[in-house]
């Protein structure tokens, strides 16, 4: 084993396609600690996120030879993700990772702690660029252009009712915070499409 | 106008932010997200990076602990994985040995491999209820009072000793302490229900029993140690009194109290009798343990205590334990008795749910764990291979 902690990232994937168990027990060995802590921030579950780690590296061995690895710190981390996400798709009625999110779009503006303020509107931000395209187009013209919803609507050839549900559908917090993400003009390209 | 089904309305849409992140995870899953909610999906993710680490929390021996629990978990599952695929590169061999196994089968009981293909719908058909909260209090004179939630008041008196039931408790009230011949009284459980309260002794000390458990004690500790006894499973959180100890008295072990929380588990039908020690400082057969540290009367190990109580929180919590403790466990909560059909799996369980459940919820998680699959009928249960 003392010979293999000395190896490369590279160095052990090379060995782990040809089937090395001590290369493959490195790799756990140095990966598990920082992809356990992964999985329990998204689920704040203990059992749940040893279950994530285990299927992580049982899946590593079994794809050994097929799994495009380019870094396998990038690698574990990706498969990390896959399996936090498809668990907590699963079990959506008391997964953290979802139930989290109305909270931080809600969120109060933290401009004491302007970094944090920062990947909240980055997340804002990125969510209305996700949005289909009509509702998207909607909280443009209401919060970028203040346009009325009886404009909106003739804008968009829909009714007004429409554009009224889409609106009033969201939190008050959230308006609070989409109206402060368009205040600030931060109109990635994404948005402009 | 009708208001409040607009508003009705209105929340249930509110709300609707997490099943749109929702549908974007199953996207996601599937390969289908957009660029756009990739983008989002990712970033997202990402946001929970600065939330605390569990790593930072767990002591020392607690990561080695679960550093090895976890190894030994994936060598097993890569071991069986490399032996399934080894057996594929024998596929005429393979259908050779199972047309064998199905002849065998047949000839030792069809019904056998029938039902290893049974499917986990007729675990719900054949569904058996959680327990609950129940007890039966034993009084001096024999006379006996079934507790259930819901009670307030006055429940009976047994010399200077009042007892009631006041805001989830049972509470042992005495005037005082002198005077009072001693008489014992019992609270006890059978199998397939829990304490609907703590109870608190005279002395402040506060118990929590657990399904077919039972606790002995005095009305009044007149005496120069507090005793109490056990059977079955009971955390206790004892008011401490250097001059009068608490200890308690469990199959093959006495426990004594430094001050403290603890859970004494002492089913005859568990290996052996174990304390856990979740706060202050207990002595166990003279053994002193630590918080964190449970012993059976002559080894101590480190455990996690949220798991050794998770009964009291009404979870069931199993990380890497053997289908027959798993089993024992599921025998009391559901009073339910267990058959295995061949051989026993050598597969560890981990889970963590509510015991509030169904038991067809438990056993369908298990059986996600390859290697073992049940099947209810009445109040029996078979674990089949």
Known sequence: MAKYSTLSDQELTVLLREGDRDAFQQIYRKYWQDLYNTAYQRSRDRALSQDIVQNVFTDLWIRKNVAHIQTLAGYLHQAIRFQVLKQASRKPLNSILLDSFEEIISSSIRTDDPLLEKEIVNIIGLWIGALPEKRRKIFILHYQEELSTNEIARRLGISQKTVQNQLSIISKEFQIRIAHFFSLSLLLAILLK | ?385
């Open chain 2, 1 to 385: 106008m009708d208001i409040s089904g607009t508003y009705r309305y209105k929340r249930g849409l509110m709300y609707d932010n997490k099943s749109e992140l929702l549908k974007i995870v199953k996207k996601y899953l599937q390969g289908k997200a957009s660029p756009e909610e990739k983008l989002f999906l990712e970033a997202y993710y990402d946001f929970f990076d600065s939330a605390e680490k569990i790593i930072d929390q767990l002591l020392a021996d607690e990561l080695e602990l679960l550093e090895s629990a976890m190894e030994q978990e994936i060598f097993n599952r890569i071991e069986l994985a490399d032996q399934k695929k080894t057996l594929t590169l024998w596929p005429t061999l393979l259908k050779i040995s199972a047309a064998a196994s199905i002849l065998i089968a047949l000839s030792v009981g069809g019904h056998l491999l029938l039902h290893q293909q049974q499917p986990t719908e007729t675990l719900v058909k054949n569904d058996i209820e959680p327990g609950h909260n129940q007890a039966t209090l034993i009084l001096a004179n024999g006379k006996k009072i079934i507790l259930t939630r819901g009670l307030n008041g006055l429940l009976a008196r047994q010399g200077k000793t009042q007892i009631h039931v006041h805001q989830n408790n049972i509470i042992y009230d005495a005037k005082n302490k002198t005077g009072d011949q001693i008489s014992y009284n019992t609270l006890s459980t059978a199998k397939g229900e829990q304490s609907p309260y703590p109870l608190i002794l005279t002395d402040g000390t506060k118990v929590w029993l657990n399904a077919e458990s039972s606790i002995t004690f005095p009305t009044a500790f007149n005496q120069k140690e507090r005793i109490v006894k056990i059977t079955g499973e009971a955390l206790f959180e004892v008011a401490h009194d250097p001059k009068q100890p608490f200890k308690v008295e469990a199959a093959n072990q006495t426990i004594e109290d430094i001050g403290t929380q603890f859970d004494v588990n002492a089913y005859i039908d568990e290996p052996a009798t174990k304390t856990t020690l979740i706060e202050g400082s207990v002595k166990v057969n003279n053994i002193i343990i630590k918080p964190g540290q449970q012993t059976d009367g002559s080894h101590i190990k480190t455990v996690n205590t949220e798991i050794v109580t998770a009964w009291k929180e009404g979870n069931f919590h199993f990380e890497g334990d053997d289908i027959q403790t798993v089993m024992r466990q599921l025998t009391r909560w559901y009073n339910i008795d267990v058959t295995y059909q061949g051989q026993i799996t050598h597969e560890v369980f981990y889970a963590d749910i509510s015991r509030n459940r169904n038991i067809s919820a438990v056993l369908k998680l298990l059986e996600k764990t390859n290697g073992v699959q049940f099947k209810i009928e009445g109040r029996r249960v078979a674990v089949i291979p």
